[in-house]
C-alpha cells in the first residue's frame, strides 16, 4: 500500500521557523495533489478541533495557501521523490497544531486516486 511519512516538527520560538517534509512511498503509480492540514489542540479536554488545510499544491506546481499562513508558509514538492514540503516563516502561537499530511496517489494497476494521510507531526510555538 502506500504510506506517507512525516518529519520535522518540534518546537519553535515566536518568529521562528520550521520546515515540515512528507515522503510518500509504497505502490504508487502517481500522485496528485498534496497538502498539509493541521488539528489545534481542543481548548477543553476531549474536545475534537477541525483539521483544516494550510496549503495544498498540484503536480504541476500550482498552490493554494490559506489566508491566515499566507505569506509566511510555502509549499513545494519534489515530484521524484514523492515528497512535499512546508516551509514556516514567522510562526505564532496561534500556529501550534499537529500538522498532518495529505496526499491523492494512484496506486499500481488503479486508475483512480485515494486519499491517503502522514501521521502528524507536532508543531509547537512558544511565545
Known amino acids: 500500500q502506500v504510506q506517507l511519512v512525516e518529519s520535522g516538527g518540534g518546537l519553535a520560538q515566536a518568529g521562528g521557523s520550521l520546515t515540515l517534509s512528507c515522503a510518500a512511498s509504497?505502490?504508487?503509480?502517481?500522485?496528485?495533489?498534496m497538502a498539509w492540514y493541521r488539528q489545534a489542540p481542543g481548548k477543553q479536554r476531549d474536545m475534537v478541533t477541525r483539521?483544516?488545510?494550510?496549503?495544498?499544491?498540484?503536480?504541476?506546481?500550482?498552490?493554494y495557501i490559506e489566508d491566515s499562513v499566507k505569506g509566511r508558509f510555502t509549499i513545494s514538492r519534489d515530484n521524484a521523490k514523492n515528497t512535499v514540503y512546508l516551509q514556516m516563516n514567522s510562526l505564532r502561537p496561534e500556529d501550534t497544531a499537529v500538522y498532518y499530511c495529505?496526499?491523492?496517489?494512484?496506486?499500481?494497476?488503479?486508475?483512480?486516486?485515494?486519499?491517503?494521510w502522514g501521521q502528524g507531526t507536532q508543531v509547537t510555538v512558544s511565545s
Open positions: 495529505h496526499a491523492e496517489v494512484a496506486v499500481l494497476y488503479r486508475n483512480n486516486y485515494d486519499n491517503y
Open positions: 509504497g505502490s504508487i503509480s502517481s500522485i496528485n495533489r
Open positions: 483539521r483544516d488545510m494550510v496549503a495544498r499544491i498540484t503536480t504541476g506546481g500550482d498552490t
